[in-house]
């Protein structure tokens, strides 16, 4: 039973840093990709960065040069995800989810939204 489990969200001021967690509770397994979305009140689901098994990495726009999506390297499977937040602005400040599928097909396309498991998300607020 796969259980996707974020941590690391918080308030921070605008300049700030964070580091998000996601941990597949039930481990040793290796999921194709492991991707970060985030979600503000009326708006879509945005895909934020993406992480593929071959170590191939995708950024939204608005979060390129700030944050940085990664696995523990020390692992040669993709069960974990991190994303280091760096510079942080007002409207980065949504629920962060952490999303996992086997297959790395589509992983790095930005629309692709159809993921097989979810965290439950975690808040990053911050303020100006």
């Known amino acids: 039973q796969v259980r996707l489990v974020e941590s690391g969200g918080g308030s921070v001021q605008a300049g700030g840093s964070l580091r998000l967690s996601c941990v597949d509770t039930?481990?040793?397994?290796?999921?194709?990709?492991m991707a970060w979305f985030r979600q503000v009140a009326g708006k879509e689901r945005e895909k934020v960065a993406a992480?593929?098994?071959?170590?191939?990495?995708?950024?939204?726009d608005s979060v390129k040069g700030r944050f940085t999506v990664s696995n523990d390297n020390a692992k040669s499977i993709l069960d974990i995800l991190y994303l280091e937040m760096n510079n942080l602005k007002p409207e980065d400040t949504g629920l962060y989810y952490c999303?996992?599928?086997?297959?790395?097909?589509?992983?790095?396309?930005?629309?692709?939204?159809?993921?097989?498991?979810w965290g439950q998300g975690t808040l990053v607020t911050v303020s100006s």
């Open positions: 999303a996992a599928d086997h297959s790395s097909a589509r992983c790095l396309e930005s629309g692709n939204v159809n993921f097989e498991y």
């Open positions: 039930d481990r040793a397994r290796s999921f194709g990709c």
């Open positions: 992480l593929r098994s071959d170590g191939r990495t995708r950024y939204e």
